[in-house]
């Protein structure tokens, strides 16, 4: 199998039993080893007070990027620490991008920069996550 497969079938697996992701109205673009792309337009229900995309909704979608690419080798992990940066605002309507990279993956612990981009291209906000693996496995091998 290779790493992309691997990774692809994590997800596969993953995105299954991932109720959060989808009930927010998420869709996962693309998979790679370490790497993840979603995508979620901000609806209504996904707005504050103030008339824009809540906080906590732009942290949901950079947070599930983060799992899966930190997922993506098939070897169960979780987050371990984890802090956003807002940068600008998203908009009603709006369709978020959530790009997770892997930064580095040294035995256990892993870290992984997400970048959540509006259809424009602009920067909504930084993340960035540490992960742990812990023991098992998404699928047999």
């Known amino acids: 199998m290779t790493p992309k497969e691997r990774a692809e079938k994590s997800a596969a697996v993953m995105w299954s ?3 959060a992701s989808t009930w927010l109205g998420m869709t996962l673009a693309s998979i790679d080893e370490g790497r993840a792309t979603l995508h979620l ?3 209504e229900h996904h707005t504050n007070g103030h008339g824009i995309c809540h906080g906590g909704i732009t942290f949901a979608l950079a947070d599930s990027a983060f799992a899966f690419a930190c997922n993506s080798r098939n070897q169960s992990t979780v987050a371990q620490h ?3 940066t807002y940068i600008a605002p998203a908009h009603l309507g709006d369709t978020l991008t959530a790009f997770a990279r892997e930064v580095s993956l040294s035995g256990r612990s892993g870290i992984y920069d997400v970048t959540v981009t509006n ?3 602009i920067t909504i906000a930084e993340f960035r996550g540490g992960s742990r693996a812990i023991r ?3 699928f047999d091998e």
């Open 82 to 84: 984890n802090s956003i």
């Open 41 to 43: 337009s901000v609806q």
């Open 119 to 121: 259809q424009d291209g």
């Open 17 to 19: 039993d991932d109720r």
């Open 136 to 138: 098992g496995t998404l």
